[in-house]
């Protein structure tokens, strides 16, 4: 949930983005956001037909994977809604993303101590799940907040489950943890964001490092045998409810192939 963001100590591609501890504990990338996120097919057949997400999503291309369709039908959606810049993320880049990380607190002193484990645990995407999967991360032309949605063939559906446990436990046992490290002092919040109509939701704000302050929203999903992440993050508040109308309506557009 909080992994993969575009976010390191020094600029990296954007198969890097959806919401990582790795980004907690370190600072934005730089560079365009041309640079880091084109308008790939998908969001240029958006912008100049505006046809159903459905319809924009399955077109005539039958070599599309399940995942693939409902990815593309939320980037279709997000285009319309104003994120009209966007990266596929490629299937060697998906490969890194089913690693789940190891050590992401080395060096971390996590206040209370019984949440470093719920809180590293928070490392997870749906391409962990191992089977089916496809991204796409998308920005507005200024790049101020950066989306992702990802979907991926739920085979085991403990392991999922487990996962909102651990979401669960952010918004109730451990809605305010201290992160002392080597250079300062940080703090991250958790609460629910109050969204109707998906299984599992987060928002988190992390302040204390005035470089790089980061709030982001994350959604999860099922339908069918899918499914699907819709996430966002920024530097600025998300707290607000066109960001929880947006993420909604994406997950909505990527569920609705299912």
Known sequence: MLRSTIMNAKPRTLAATALSLALLLSGCAGGSPEAQMPQDDTHKQAASAAPSPSASAK???????????????????????????????????????????????????????????????????????GTEVARTDFTTESGTVTGSVEVARVEDRSVLEEHYKTVLRMRTDCKSVKLNGPNAMETVKFTDPGIDGV?????????????????SLVLLDTAGDYVAMVSFISAGSLNDKQFSTVAKQVMDAVTAQF
């Open 59 to 129: 077109g005539d291309d039958s070599t599309m994977s399940t995942a693939e369709i409902g990815v593309t039908a939320g980037a279709v959606m997000a285009a319309k809604l104003g994120f009209d810049r966007s990266r596929k993320v490629t299937a060697e880049e998906l490969k890194q993303l089913a690693i789940k990380p190891s050590d992401t607190l080395d060096g971390y002193v996590v206040l209370p101590g019984q949440c470093a484990g719920p809180l590293e645990d928070l490392n997870w995407s749906p391409a962990q799940l």
């Open 199 to 215: 299984e599992s939701q987060l928002y988190y704000s992390r302040t204390g490092d005035p470089q790089s302050p980061q709030d």
